[in-house]
């Protein structure tokens, strides 16, 4: 093999590790927020998020979230670049709750995270330079 098609393959290899951080980062930390946003009364809603690679399907329902959280770290720990990552809730409640039912996030919960996407994916980017 010639050393610029090892260059070729490194720099190839190199990216790919970077996009796919990058990916992981980002769906990690807007996941994070949006279950950490979602109120609490029982837990229920917080319990409820599921995050799958391919399709989306219903959270584990454990009342602190923890489970999500770690459902979350789970799937974005596996996502590769260019692949869909889903998160969703099957509560009926789960929509009252983003349009602002709840004192305990008035503005939401998805909606906020989607604003921040912008400064979540530059914050990434930026780590993935560093890596």
Known sequence: MST??????????NIERRMNLVARKVALDAFGRVINRTPVDTGRARGS??????APVPGPHDAPGQTALAQARRMTDALQAGQSIFMASNLPY?????????????????????????P???AAIREARRA
């Open 4 to 13: 610029w098609a090892r260059s070729f393959g490194q720099a190839k290899t």
């Open 49 to 54: 998020w599921g995050v799958a690679i391919g």
């Open 94 to 118: 789960i929509l009252p709750l983003e349009r602002g039912w709840s004192g305990q996030a008035p503005q939401g919960m998805v909606a906020i995270t989607a604003n921040e996407f912008r």
């Open 120 to 122: 979540i994916l530059d």
